[in-house]
């Protein structure tokens, strides 16, 4: 450092620090050794200091430096003198709808040692910008978590910060990559959730298969209560899809795993059974009711046909009931269940409608009982019974439990263990591919969805 009693040298001055106008609405004129603090509290830049502040209706313009210093040259470490400064014009969070940008007057110095290949260098504030960006780190910040809380697009948020989607995503998409590539938001998974979902419906720019795998941390905190956060999407929905995912992550993470929910679907189970031979794999417990409704409409289309010869039509018994057969018997009111009597009573043939009918509503029971216990001992008459009855769909969806026997009982042996917090992450990722208006870039929509649901830890 200098002593304050010796003059500067000459040779080290910046001579645009002797000549700066300052336009903040200060009391004082500063200068640039001297900034004025409210300013800089206001504005909130890292490292650097205030100079003037412009606005009009469309842009605020922040005039920043940083204060003097010696500079030795990275290389040599030479002291250098000042070649000045450049105006360099970054983009920063708009101030209500206002674009805000700022104007970092960067210095410049000189190695002037002549065997030294540096040549001139210029000064960085990691905290300020990135070596080669436009965005503040701010901004940069501020997009982010614009993205995953207020379901925000690119696009939008582009248009906010006066640049182009482009140059937005370039900035946004190394720190995403980063977060994604970070091993330490696969620890502590204890239950593991799977579904699929549709990522584009034949869209002909778009490569490779339009069915992803998702995978979902359905842990539950101390109090019983369950953070879903989508921890990944791969290409595909078969067992090698998933199975290669689990294999991927190691086997401390497999072995951590205590619980897997899935749909019915025999891919996933075969790869549970194959990577997660320690864990209890779970049948969601709504495709299971799901399974139920879907037998009550197979009844009463077939029963429609064969007594009618057509689909139903209004004014026929069985069409008037379709609403009701699919909803659950303890919300019926006296008036619809008087409605759903006369229909089953006008013909012989519809008694069948209602024993479908009725085993739906049993295995819906079984799932809304007080107990476990209660609940396990209704799944098990359920098991017992239903592929012996001679209603065809129904002895299917009997032949289908009992295949699934022991993922079907796991419910009630898991605390009630199940796939729901896997579909509302499904709803959020519906929710921010409608908002964007589809996808072309498999990967970009992965790392969208990780931030959206959840996935990457901010």
Not at 146 to 155: F, K, V
Not at 406 to 413: D, I, K, P, V
Request: charged share 30%; aromatic share 6%; glycine share 8%.
């Amino acid at each position: 450092e200098v002593p304050e009693d010796q003059e500067r040298p000459s040779c080290l001055i910046d001579f645009e620090d002797l000549d700066v106008s300052h336009a903040t609405g200060c009391a004082d004129a500063p200068t640039t050794a001297d900034p004025c603090s409210r300013c800089d509290v206001l504005v909130g830049l890292d490292g650097v200091h205030v100079e003037t502040v412009e606005r009009d209706a469309a842009l605020m313009t922040v005039t920043v430096s940083t204060t003097w210093q010696l500079m030795g040259c990275p290389d040599c470490g030479v002291v250098a003198p000042s070649r000045g400064r450049r105006a360099r014009v970054l983009h920063d969070v708009p101030h209500g709808d206002v674009r805000v940008q700022v104007v970092w007057r960067q210095r410049v110095w000189r190695c002037p040692e002549q065997v030294c290949a540096r040549g001139t260098f210029a000064e960085q504030v990691p905290t300020l910008v990135a070596a080669r960006g436009s965005l503040t780190v701010r901004a940069v910040a501020w997009a982010i978590g614009q993205l995953r809380r207020e379901h925000a697009t690119i696009a939008g948020l582009a248009r906010q910060l006066g640049v182009g989607w482009w140059t937005l995503w370039r900035a946004v998409k190394p720190q995403l990559e980063h977060l994604a590539s970070e091993e330490s938001r696969f620890e502590g998974v204890t239950s593991l959730g799977v579904d699929e979902h549709s990522w584009h419906h034949r869209d002909p720019r778009t490569r490779g298969p339009k069915e992803l795998t998702g995978m979902v941390d359905l842990t539950r905190d101390q109090h019983g209560r369950t953070h879903a956060r989508l921890l990944d999407l791969v290409p595909g929905r078969s067992k090698k899809a998933y199975a290669d995912w689990l294999t991927e992550r190691g086997a401390d993470f497999r072995a951590g795993i205590e619980v897997a929910s899935l749909d019915p679907f025999g891919g996933y189970k075969a790869a549970i059974d194959a990577e997660l031979a320690d864990a209890t794999a779970v049948l969601d417990a709504f495709h299971v009711v799901k399974l139920g409704t879907q037998v009550v409409d197979e009844v009463r289309r077939r029963i429609q046909q064969d007594t009618r010869g057509h689909r139903g039509r209004k004014g026929e018994p069985l069409f008037g009931i379709q609403t009701i057969l699919r909803a659950g018997a303890e919300n019926l009111t006296d008036r619809q269940l008087a409605r759903l009597a006369t229909a089953i009573e006008a013909d012989e043939a519809h008694e069948a409608v209602y024993v479908a009918w009725r085993c739906a509503q049993d295995l819906r029971a079984a799932y809304r009982a007080k107990s476990t216990l209660e609940g396990r001992a209704r799944a098990e008459k359920i098991l017992e019974s239903f592929h012996t009855c001679p209603i065809p769909e129904v002895a299917r969806l009997g032949r289908t439990l009992r295949r699934w026997r022991e993922a079907f009982l796991a419910y009630f042996s898991t605390e009630r263990a199940n796939n729901g917090g896997t579909e509302a992450i499904n709803g959020i990722i519906e929710l921010h591919r409608r908002l964007a208006r589809g996808y072309r870039n498999r990967d970009n929509y992965r790392l969208r969805m990780l931030l959206a649901a959840g996935g990457l830890k901010t």
